[in-house]
T-cell receptor, first 114, second 114 residues
Framework: DAGVTQSPTHLIKTRGQQVTLRCSPKSGHDTVSWYQQALGQGPQFIFQYYEEEERQRGNFPDRFSGHQFPNYSSELNVNALLLGDSALYLC?????????????FGSGTRLTVV | AQSVTQLGSHVSVSEGALVLLRCNYSSSVPPYLFWYVQYPNQGLQLLLKYTTGATLVKGINGFEAEFKKSETSFHLTKPSAHMSDAAEYFCAVSGGNSWGKLQFGAGTQVVVTP
């Protein structure tokens, strides 16, 4: 059973550019959440998607946007990249209304902004 | 808002010694509590979780944690450290005021010495 798959694994972008990260959830999961993990810190919640809509959002600017497709996969888009956006971006999938089951994380996308 | 505090950003233990990682949380309602492990350049792997029921929970790789409501703690232990336990460990909380998302602590880096 494939877990959560993220692509690409690594990415280097220039300040001001735009980036799209992709995530395929674990089979049977219908909810996708995105987290940003800066170097040496714990992951920070960006937003969560369910039924192709953003259900919750953390304290991130509008430059961060997302999308969920009918097959539950998701994209994270970041516009006007800043050096401070350099981080590991983690995707987590879950079953809606089953927080007790926990969240399954992917291996992440390492974004470097130069 | 809920918060998670992990005491000690770095812990060094000898192989075979007890591993003790401390986690305290603040929440106005009973939360769900999780411990995740992150190996270098990888995503997060769930070690164990507490949702309801027995307050002593056992996880993978010989780890266990005890939920103590009166102390708002969820400390992680392993009786005998192995070299393969070297990694970063994150305590996280969800549910209650953080429904639908994980609030992480800053993490504890564990180093195991021979």
């Amino acid at each position: 059973d494939a877990g959560v798959t993220q692509s690409p694994t690594h990415l280097i972008k220039t300040r001001g550019q735009q980036v799209t990260l992709r995530c395929s959830p674990k089979s049977g999961h219908d909810t996708v959440s995105w987290y940003q993990q800066a170097l040496g810190q714990g992951p920070q919640f960006i937003f969560q998607y369910y039924e192709e809509e953003e259900r919750q959002r953390g304290n991130f600017p509008d430059r961060f946007s997302g999308h969920q497709f009918p097959n539950y996969s998701s994209e994270l888009n970041v516009n006007a990249l800043l050096l401070g956006d350099s981080a590991l971006y983690l995707c987590a999938s879950s079953q809606t209304d089953r927080e007790d089951m926990g969240y399954t994380f992917g291996s992440g996308t390492r974004l470097t902004v130069v | 808002a809920q918060s998670v505090t992990q005491l000690g950003s770095h812990v060094s233990v000898s192989e075979g010694a007890l591993v003790l990682l401390r986690c305290n949380y603040s929440s106005s309602v009973p939360p769900y509590l999780f411990w995740y492990v992150q190996y270098p350049n990888q995503g997060l792997q769930l070690l164990l979780k507490y949702t309801t029921g027995a307050t002593l929970v056992k996880g993978i790789n010989g780890f266990e944690a005890e939920f103590k409501k009166s102390e708002t703690s969820f400390h992680l232990t392993k009786p005998s450290a192995h070299m393969s336990d070297a990694a970063e460990y994150f305590c996280a909380v969800s549910g209650g005021n953080s429904w639908g998302k994980l609030q992480f602590g800053a993490g504890t880096q564990v180093v195991v010495t021979p």
